[in-house]
């Protein structure tokens, strides 16, 4: 009789190694992600490799790439943890909601105003833990397609019938430069005269780039890019140094600080856009992520847009 494969897969360990080294791309990301040793994560994919029957990576370069069976491995393992993913929300629900994991991916200017969300959420429910995950717009876009989190943040979601958007927050993207810049000393400048000024810009792949280039478009500008950053922060200090000028969500300034920055008065700005929670439509819901999100809808929008007033 032959022996069923599930009977050679020694732990469901191996299957998240194998998702992490697949979303990473490398044994020393994935080990790094996963709080291991790189030795640990080699020795576990070979066991896996081996009770598979095939190679599941090959390198090319740094990287590590999927095999055909690779891919298939993977996809199957998704739907395994899954699956156990299922079964938590179960016993959640019979418990009550008490305990459990929170699995949040955000884009980078998220970063400045979520912590203040989830504080508040997790005094409501402190046995609840939470895992996020921040990157840039296509890097978010990527954990999303693959089903990865509970939600992901985004201010300018991808366009996919696959995902559902559920609108939590205003987001401004204003117009700033230095206190002491001449544009400061104005009280009306045009989009023209503004674009035309060193300007710093973010990288490809974030959605407030995304978002001033589509806004430029509309409007017949081009921008003066004087330079490209991965950082919103970094981009503060650069305008800060009189390096340039730029456009940056209102969030940054209100809970990361504009000691040294001045908001200019210009025409067509502020660029006008929402947050988003979005989820996968076939990835079950969680308890824990519809209390977060009945939470962002009707309370703590009302607590943020008090704190970005003030």
Not at 147 to 152: I, S, V
């Amino acid at each position: 009789m032959k022996t069923r494969l599930h009977a050679h897969i020694g732990t469901l360990r191996q299957l998240e190694i194998l998702l992490a080294v697949a979303h990473h791309g490398s044994v020393t990301a994935a080990a790094k992600a996963l709080h291991l040793t790189q030795p640990t994560v080699s020795m576990q994919l070979k066991k896996l490799s081996e009770a598979i029957g095939s190679p599941l990576f090959y390198q090319v370069g740094r990287d590590l790439k999927l095999t055909e069976v690779g891919e298939v491995t993977t996809e199957s393992a998704r739907e395994v943890l899954l699956c156990f993913e299922r079964l938590d929300m179960k016993l959640t629900k019979l418990r009550g909601l008490t305990s459990g994991t929170l699995r949040l991916a955000v884009v980078t200017t998220a970063k400045y105003f979520m912590p203040h969300l989830l504080g508040d959420f997790c005094r409501q429910f402190p046995d609840i833990d939470v895992d996020m995950t921040i990157g840039n717009r296509a890097q978010i876009v990527k954990r999303l397609a693959e089903g990865e989190d509970d939600f992901c943040v985004f201010s300018h979601p991808p366009t996919n019938d696959d995902y559902q958007l559920a609108e939590f927050l205003p987001n401004r993207l204003v117009a700033i430069a230095h206190q002491e810049h001449p544009l400061c000393q104005r009280k009306r400048i045009s989009l023209k005269e503004f674009a035309s000024q060193p300007y710093i810009m973010r990288e490809n792949g974030s959605g407030t780039r995304y978002a001033i280039e589509q806004h430029m478009t509309r409007h017949n500008c081009e921008l003066n890019v004087r330079m490209t950053i991965e950082s919103n922060e970094a981009i503060k200090h650069m305008v800060m140094s009189g390096m340039g000028v730029s456009i940056l969500s209102e969030h940054t300034l209100t809970f990361g600080g504009s000691a040294g920055l001045s908001i200019l008065n210009v025409g067509k700005l502020p660029i006008k856009t929402n947050w988003y929670l979005v989820s996968l439509k076939s990835r079950p819901a969680s308890p824990i992520a519809t209390a977060l999100l009945e939470f962002a809808q009707k309370n703590n929008r009302l607590q943020l847009l008090e704190d970005l007033e003030r």
